[in-house]
């Protein structure tokens, strides 16, 4: 366990602002938080397997609360519908990080889009004050008294406040991935300097299929091999395929001396119908993830790469 005294410095350090709700409970229900809080702090009780939704900082509070409270807490809050998800949360709290909002809506799969109650939301610490505030929890006499006696804010963090709602970014992952494809496309046609565009389009090919095979590859064996629930199943493995491995090691030879050329545009071709058929699934009951940016990044570029790539190996065949 850490004092109150210093976990309020060490947040106050990192410009958050810090609310204390003082609890109106009864001695008994006090005695017993106390209680679970010591056993919870032995060494062998700990450490737990951190789920970054269901089971962080937040809920354990939530769920020690709701433990002394004899599960009214819970009894009221997860009958509240949010209208939100997690996805909207991680996208909300993240859009001014770009990688790392690019990078956690690649990874969360379609668990992430499913609404969640009141109850789920208080994963975050500000939602489970929010919800807090309001209960009514039965005495022992069985009168509902409000849970939350008094609130103070113990520090107000000078940092611009949280945004309500997460930004619509797909009009711009369009536009960067329609430059991105049209360049790559654009590097393969048979005109003055072509050979110098090529090497370019080859780099940069090479570069993007790396990145997309990779994260493809950790999105798989996630799914596969562990218990990252939340990037399970996940439809952007349509988008970001490991296959695009193979093209990385390969894209460079088909553009700076036609190798294989024909081998490579099959390659090419696949990744890009792989993407394709990801867009056209959306329209299946069933396929909910939001994925939208990432196929509007993605699809562009891998049609760009495919017909680039056929280009050069029709030039090498002798075919216009």
């Known amino acids: ?48 397997h951190y789920d970054y939704f269901r089971d962080n900082c937040s809920t354990r509070v939530r769920d020690a609360l709701d433990r002394a409270l004899g599960g009214q807490i819970r009894a009221q809050l997860d009958s509240i519908a949010t209208g939100t998800t997690y996805r909207w ?10 990688p790392m909002y690019v990078g956690m809506d690649i990874v969360l799969g379609p668990n992430g889009d499913v609404p969640i109650t009141a109850w789920e939301e208080a994963f975050l610490p500000m939602s489970l004050r929010d919800y807090i505030q309001p209960l009514l929890v039965a005495t022992p006499d069985g009168v509902p008294e409000p849970l939350v006696a008094g609130v103070s804010q113990l520090f107000t963090a000078s940092r611009s406040p949280e945004a309500a709602a997460p930004a619509n970014r797909l009009p711009l ?121 990432v196929i509007a990044l993605a699809l562009p570029v891998h049609l760009g790469v495919a017909w680039g790539a056929g280009r050069v190996a029709r030039a090498g065949t002798g075919v216009a």
Request: charge should be positive.
């Open 1 to 48: 366990g850490y004092s109150a005294r210093q976990t309020v410095a060490a947040y106050a350090e990192y410009d958050r602002s810090v609310w204390a709700q003082e609890l109106a409970m009864t001695p008994a229900q006090k005695l017993e938080l106390l209680e679970f809080v010591r056993w919870n702090e032995r060494p062998e009780n700990r450490f737990y």
């Open 173 to 293: 992952f369009l536009i960067v991935g329609v430059l991105l494809g049209g360049v790559l496309a654009f590097s393969a046609a048979p005109t003055r300097g072509s050979r110098l565009r090529r090497i370019g389009g080859a780099m940069l090919g090479s570069a993007w299929s790396a990145i997309a095979g990779l994260i493809g590859t950790v999105m798989l064996l996630s799914w596969m091999l562990t218990d990252h629930f939340f990037m399970y199943a996940n439809e952007n493995l349509f988008q970001l395929s490991p296959l695009s491995l193979v093209l990385a090691v390969m894209l460079p030879g088909l553009m700076l001396s036609g190798r294989r050329a024909m081998l490579a545009w099959k390659v090419s071709a696949v990744i890009a119908a792989l993407s394709v058929l990801g867009l056209v699934l959306q329209l299946l009951p069933g396929l909910d993830q939001v994925n939208g940016e």
């Open 89 to 98: 949360h991680t996208r909300r709290l993240t859009e001014e990080n770009i």
